[in-house]
């Protein structure tokens, strides 16, 4: 398992990667959020997540060392390919951006999701993020810790 930045080699099949039809309303799909990285060039990071040189899903972390509201590393995107769900590809491609945030001495990562039927909020609290309170464009935001074990 890997991430890998987006190349000519594997930008068309991270493009054609899709999520259930009932998922889809939960993110963006991989071409916008690669148009967005493209305009957000200076803090977007996103990565084709990998395993046996196949392009299983995509991630992407918003990186702001000085980020206004002091959230630096936030996880803007993911998302695994339907086909290859539940076997813990986002956890252990997760696992990879935390270590790689602690390596530059990060100690917490945000992100938000959409709730409701289907939402990958029981995912997320598996991981140990905890709500934080606040709504963002009806969006649940939630931080984890990134402090002391590394997983
Ligand atoms: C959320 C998502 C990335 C999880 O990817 P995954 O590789 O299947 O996740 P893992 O296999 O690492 O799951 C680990 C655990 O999280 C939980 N989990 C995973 N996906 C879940 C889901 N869709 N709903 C509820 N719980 C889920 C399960 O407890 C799972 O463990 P189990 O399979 O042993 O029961 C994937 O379902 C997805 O792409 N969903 C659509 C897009 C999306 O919602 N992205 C998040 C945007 S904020």
Redesign the pocket.
């Known amino acids: 398992m890997g991430l890998e930045p987006i190349t000519d080699e594997n930008v068309a099949a991270v493009c054609d990667l899709e999520?259930a039809p009932d998922?889809k309303r939960?993110?963006a799909d991989n071409v916008w959020s690669l148009a967005e990285a493209y305009a957000n060039y200076a803090h977007a990071w996103p990565r084709a997540i990998v395993r046996d040189r196949e392009v299983v899903g995509f991630l992407m972390l918003e990186i702001d060392l000085d980020d206004e509201d002091g959230r630096p590393y936030w996880l803007w995107r993911?998302?695994?390919g339907r086909a290859h769900?539940?076997?813990?590809?986002?956890?252990a491609a997760l696992a990879l951006a935390f270590e790689k945030i602690r390596s530059r001495g990060g100690t917490s990562i945000h992100?938000s999701?959409v709730p409701g039927d289907?939402s990958?909020e029981?995912?997320y609290l598996?991981l140990g993020f905890e709500p934080n309170g606040e709504m963002d464009d009806g969006e649940v935001v939630a931080r984890l810790s990134l402090a002391g074990t590394s997983t």
Do not use: E
């Not at 769900?85 to 956890?91: F, M």
């Open positions: 999520v998922q939960f993110v993911l998302m695994v769900q539940r076997q813990g590809i986002a956890s992100t999701w289907g990958p029981r995912f598996g």
